[in-house]
């Protein structure tokens, strides 16, 4: 039975809501009438699904939904958002706030039920196994080899042939996974945020098969203006990827907005590149403490995309005060294999990159399993 928290001033709302869900036997529901009663109570006591009317006195719909999306017992929680207001630009407001589905009022009790059925069954019924992991690179400044690692990663784990593995490039500055495996980024992730309703048939539109068996979602070539995709549909994408995929590696975009802000929440763990020269390692310090909220998911990968680095590893990690989960060496073949379009690990299984990546991967299943285990 799923819990359902109903957050709304709306007495007949209350009511109409509680005896809809409630007579439908698969659902138990808790009505609280005040904003702040409500954010108390799923912090204290996360449910299943909240359902949160827009216009509420003292606190927003929009605000409350902010505050849940901002802490981490509630950050990945399905929000459904009522409003009487069912304009497009009412939809997408809530969608960019982190709303996982959108009703306008007056709402039809079958409408209602359809929703609530899919939105807790997109979390409820996963088709993969529980050790599913989500693996977000980010470097936060280009000349890392964020996206280096991040193409040879998911190579190195889609190359069994029995494990379903994705690779999503999130820049909205014409990104690169394409361009390393060789691949045209036609489709790409552009064009998603025309879909009404994500489901796995819609992203999977999107997919480009990789010959080694990885399915990418790239991104545009042309630079996108704005913010890219919603916060919203961004978590909806990487639930359904979840659903499908055994592994989804993500390369973060480089400005952490609310494309990252979704990744982020929803990451099992977050492989911070660094290189060891001082811009980098500036911005990697500044990265750390804009990602405190997630520093239990962070883990450090050294990297050394050039022949000569400036700091020596010891003295970036005693700066971190984190030991590096793994170091990537320096790879001359590493120009070839790009312009070519094919990652070195499946080019050069036995170069120093890829045998580097290939330890990293184990590290990091290992990791995984600890995790799903405890």
Request: proline share 6%.
């Amino acid at each position: 039975m799923a819990r359902v928290l109903i957050i709304a001033d709306d007495i007949e709302l209350l009511d109409m809501l509680r005896m809809v869900l409630g007579q439908s036997g698969q659902h138990e529901v808790t009505l609280i009438a005040d904003a702040a009663d409500g954010l108390a109570k799923a912090l204290s006591d996360t449910p299943d699904l909240a359902i949160i009317d827009l216009m509420m006195p003292q606190m927003s719909g929009y605000e409350l939904l902010r505050r849940l999306r901002a802490e981490r017992q509630t950050a990945s929680l399905p929000v459904i958002m009522l409003t009487a207001r069912g304009q497009p630009i009412d939809r997408a407001a809530a969608m960019e706030a982190g709303a996982t589905a959108f009703l306008a009022k007056p709402v039809g009790m079958r409408e209602l039920l359809n929703t609530v059925s899919a939105v807790l069954g997109e979390r409820k019924e996963p088709k993969t196994s529980a050790a599913s992991i989500v693996i977000a690179v980010t470097g936060l400044r280009g000349g890392v080899g964020a996206t280096t690692l991040a193409t040879n990663l998911a190579t190195t784990w889609a190359l069994p042939s029995d494990r379903a593995v994705c690779i999503v490039d999130l820049s909205a500055s014409s990104g690169h996974v394409a361009l390393h495996l060789g691949l045209r980024p036609n489709p790409n992730w552009s064009s998603l945020a025309d879909v009404g309703q994500l489901d796995a048939d819609a992203v999977q539109a999107y997919m480009i098969q990789h010959a080694s068996g990885l399915h990418v979602l790239a991104s545009p070539v042309i630079p996108v203006i704005g913010p890219g995709l919603l916060r919203g549909t961004v978590a909806t994408l990487l639930n359904l990827l979840q659903e499908r995929y055994a592994v989804t590696v993500v390369d973060m975009p480089s400005v952490l907005n609310d494309m990252a802000g979704a990744v982020l929440n929803a990451a099992t763990c977050i492989l911070q590149v660094i290189a060891l020269e001082p811009a980098a390692v500036q911005t990697a310090l500044g990265a750390r403490r804009a990602l405190e909220t997630w520093s239990d998911r962070i883990q450090v990968v050294l990297n050394h995309p050039n022949p000569s680095d400036q700091w020596p590893a010891d003295a970036v990690q005693g700066l971190l005060r984190q030991r590096p989960i793994g170091e990537i060496p320096f790879d001359s073949a590493q120009a070839e294999a790009l312009k070519s379009g094919a990652p070195l690990a499946l080019r050069s299984p036995d170069s120093p990159l890829a045998q580097a990546v290939r330890a990293l991967a184990g590290e990091l299943d290992h990791a995984a399993g600890d995790a799903h285990s405890g």
